[in-house]
């Protein structure tokens, strides 16, 4: 592997980085994040149960959609 090969791999790896920290700073800002029908929440005495099972489900269908769009457009 050249230098120039890794230099390339290792911006990538720090644009990704920076996006999912911006993403996580205005996570709360986003509405339907966290709070959507599928959600799950249990709460007893002192303790919290949170399972974002419909949340995750819209992630992971929007990820795969942008990454195949930008693994579409590499070609």
């Known amino acids: ?8 791999g290792l911006v990538l790896i720090g644009a990704a980085v920076l996006f999912f920290g911006v993403l996580l700073v205005v996570a709360d800002r986003v509405p ?3 709070r959507l029908p599928g959600d799950i929440t249990l709460r ?3 303790w ?11 992630l992971s269908v929007l ?13």
Request: charged share 15%; aromatic share 8%; proline share 3%.
């Open 1 to 8: 592997m050249e230098l120039s090969q890794l230099g390339r």
């Open 32 to 34: 339907f994040i966290g």
């Open 44 to 46: 007893g005495d002192g």
């Open 48 to 58: 919290t149960l949170y399972a974002p099972l419909a949340t995750s489900i819209v």
């Open 63 to 75: 990820l795969t959609a942008v990454l195949s769009l930008m693994a579409w457009l590499r070609r």
